[in-house]
């Protein structure tokens, strides 16, 4: 069992580049989560999947598109990168049907926009 | 508008000695609180649930406390150890709301 995975590790990037983060989950669960981590700041949600099929934004989606492949997939695409996307990104998986779902959280890809 | 607020920022122990980290939240309504233990470099690990009805729960040397009545918890570690040394992070659950999340609490474990 991996858990859950997420590549790449690390990434530069100039401003204006595009590029796609890929999520993966083992575990069979229904729901996956795309956040971001800011030095001084809680994580903050920029989009979800309830189920596969399904895709909502959360708090801070500008600038963000996702893709949910299948139950398993879930990527996160930037399309014209900016310095305000410099973070640390986190994928989580969980099952949504539990009225209180436990996170799973993948390793991060740590972003620089430069 | 739904906050967490935890404390302290930081925290520099000996290893052996006890720790509280605490939390305090104004999410309404509440569903439940977990407390996270972010290793450097790696992703968030459930640590414990708190729901409405739970005032302590315990998951080996880590011991949880919840009073919902003053939207405060604890989370109490015991003789800690070096491999404590990690981030803390308080989330608040609320109804189907994202999730709120604490900037969480540094601790670092020394010998």
């Known amino acids: 069992n991996a858990g859950v995975t997420q590549t790449p590790k690390f990434q530069v990037l100039k401003t204006g580049q595009s590029m796609t983060l890929q999520c993966a989950q083992d575990?069979?669960?229904?729901?996956m989560y795309w956040y971001r981590q800011d030095p001084g700041m809680g994580l903050r949600l920029i989009y979800y999947s309830a189920s596969e099929g399904t895709t909502d934004k959360g708090e801070v989606p500008n600038g963000y598109n996702v893709s949910r492949l299948n139950k398993r997939e879930f990527s996160l695409r930037l399309e014209s990168a900016a310095p305000s996307q410099t973070s640390v990104y986190f994928c989580?998986?969980?099952?949504?049907?539990?009225?209180?779902?436990?996170?799973?959280f993948g390793p991060g890809t740590r972003l620089t926009v430069l | 508008k739904n906050q967490v607020e935890q404390s302290p920022q930081s925290l520099i122990i000996l290893e052996g000695k006890n720790c509280t980290l605490q939390c305090n939240y104004t999410v309404s309504p509440f569903s439940n609180l977990r407390w996270y233990k972010q290793d450097t470099g790696r992703g968030p690990v459930s640590l414990t649930i708190m729901t409405f009805s739970e005032n302590t729960k315990s998951n080996g040397r880590y011991t949880a406390t919840l009073d919902a009545d003053t939207k405060q918890s604890s989370l109490h570690i015991t003789a800690s150890q070096l491999s404590d040394s990690a981030s803390y992070i308080c989330v608040v659950r609320s109804g189907n709301t994202p999730l709120v999340f604490g900037k969480g609490t540094r601790l670092s474990v020394i010998a």
């Open positions: 575990m069979n669960h229904n729901s």
């Open positions: 989580a998986s969980g099952e949504g049907y539990d009225p209180h779902p436990t996170l799973f």
